[in-house]
C-alpha cells in the first residue's frame, strides 16, 4: 500500500550490506561517534550518542523501539551520516544503556508513558537544540515511533518531517485489547521497583533465527543478538503488566496524533509485521501523515535483508530532502 508521498527514491544509492558486513569499518566509524550520559534525576540518567557531520547543518535524531539500544543503531547511523546527516540517538529509560528503573534489569518498565516523552523532550532541548541544526528529522522505529509521534503532538515546529518504522500505534494481540487491557490491570501488583511482568514474561532469552519475528536477514540478527551477548546489560525481556497497560492507552493517542499531525510523516509499514498492528497504521493517513508498505519487510525493518533496508533508506532521504 502507498498513499500520496515523493517516491523518486535514487537508484544508485549505496548503503552498508549483509553479503559484505564490513564490522571493522563499521567500528573504525564508531570511533568517531561521542557517547555520553544525560542525568534526568537524581537516579535516572539518559544514554545517548551523536555524530556530528562537519559539511551538513541538518541532522537526524533517532527514537529506538522497546529493548533497544543505540549501539543496536551502529549500522544505521553509519548510512545516515554517509546521506549526510549528523545523527543522534537516544536510549530511552528502563533500557539500553540508560537507568534501569526495576529491582530486576530485565523488565520491561515505565511507571508512566508521558515519562518516555518528557525525556525525549529533555533530550531535544538540551543536547539536540543547541547544536543549532537548520534542518532537524526524526526517526522512530516501533515504541520509539509512538513517543516520536507524541512528542511532534507537544512540539509540531521542531523536526521539519518524520519518518517512522513500524509505529506502535497499535499491537498485536491474542485478543482484543480492551481485554487485555482490563486483564493487565487486573494482575499488575502495583510495584514500582518489583512489578510483575506479563503472562508469560520473562528475563531476556533470544530466539534462534529460525522462529525470529524480527527480520529475514539471518546476518543481521546474529549481529544484533552477538551484541547483546558481548554487552549483556543492554539485555531486556519481557514487559510488565504495568508497561502493557500503559503502551496500549499510548498507542491509541499516537494514532489520534498521527492523524492531527501538522508535522509531514511518513510511516514506513512493514508487510509482515507480527509484532505492530498494520491495520492501525492505515488509520493514521491523513493530509501530513503518509504511508509506504516496505515489501517482504518484517517488524525491524533496518535491519532487514538489503534490497528491504536499502529501500526503506532511499524513502527517509527522498522524504526528508524533499522537506528541507
Not at 46 to 69: F, M, T, W
Not at 285 to 304: D, M, P, Q, Y
Amino acid at each position: 500500500m502507498s498513499t500520496d508521498v515523493n517516491t523518486d527514491i535514487n537508484p544508485q544509492m549505496h548503503f552498508s550490506s549483509e553479503s559484505q558486513y564490513d564490522e571493522k569499518r563499521l567500528n573504525q566509524f564508531w570511533h568517531q561517534v561521542t557517547q555520553a550520559k544525560l542525568p534526568i534525576s537524581a537516579d535516572i540518567s539518559l544514554a545517548y550518542c551523536y555524530i556530528n557531520h562537519p559539511q551538513s547543518d541538518k541532522a537526524i535524531v533517532i527514537s529506538s523501539g522497546r529493548i533497544e539500544s543505540y549501539l543496536k543503531y551502529k549500522e544505521t547511523i553509519f548510512d545516515l551520516y554517509h546521506l549526510g546527516y549528523s545523527v543522534y540517538a537516544v536510549d530511552h529509560r528502563g533500557q539500553g544503556l540508560s537507568s534501569r528503573l526495576t529491582t530486576n534489569p530485565h523488565q520491561g518498565h515505565v511507571g508512566k508513558f508521558e515519562d518516555y516523552i518528557d525525556d525525549f523532550e529533555y533530550f531535544i532541548d538540551t543536547v539536540v537544540t543547541p547544536a543549532a541544526h537548520t534542518s532537524l528529522f526524526l526517526l522512530g522505529h516501533s515504541m520509539g515511533s509512538a513517543i516520536a509521534t507524541l512528542y511532534l503532538k507537544r512540539a509540531p515546529k521542531t523536526f521539519k518531517a518524520a519518518v517512522l518504522s513500524a509505529p506502535m500505534y497499535g499491537i498485536r494481540l491474542p485478543i482484543h485489547p480492551h481485554f487485555i487491557y482490563w486483564l493487565a490491570k487486573l494482575l499488575d501488583n502495583g510495584s514500582a521497583k518489583e512489578p510483575n511482568f506479563v503472562i508469560g514474561g520473562k528475563n531476556y532469552h533470544p530466539a534462534v533465527f529460525e522462529q525470529n519475528e524480527l527480520t529475514h536477514s539471518q546476518v543481521r540478527y546474529q549481529q544484533f543478538r552477538m551484541l547483546y551477548q558481548q554487552r549483556p546489560e543492554l539485555q531486556l525481556g519481557s514487559p510488565t503488566n504495568h508497561w502493557l497497560q500503559q503502551a496500549i492507552i499510548a498507542s491509541r493517542k499516537a494514532l489520534i496524533a498521527a492523524q492531527q499531525s501538522t508535522t509531514p510523516i511518513l510511516i514506513l509499514q512493514a508487510e509482515y509485521d507480527s509484532i505492530v498492528d498494520n491495520n492501525a497504521q492505515t488509520r493514521a493517513i491523513s493530509e501530513h501523515c503518509k504511508l509506504v508498505t516496505i515489501a517482504n519487510a518484517r517488524h525491524e525493518i533496518f535491519i532487514e535483508k538489503d534490497a528491504v533496508r536499502d529501500e526503506a533508506l532511499s524513502r527517509l532521504d527522498a522524504f526528508f530532502s524533499s522537506h528541507y
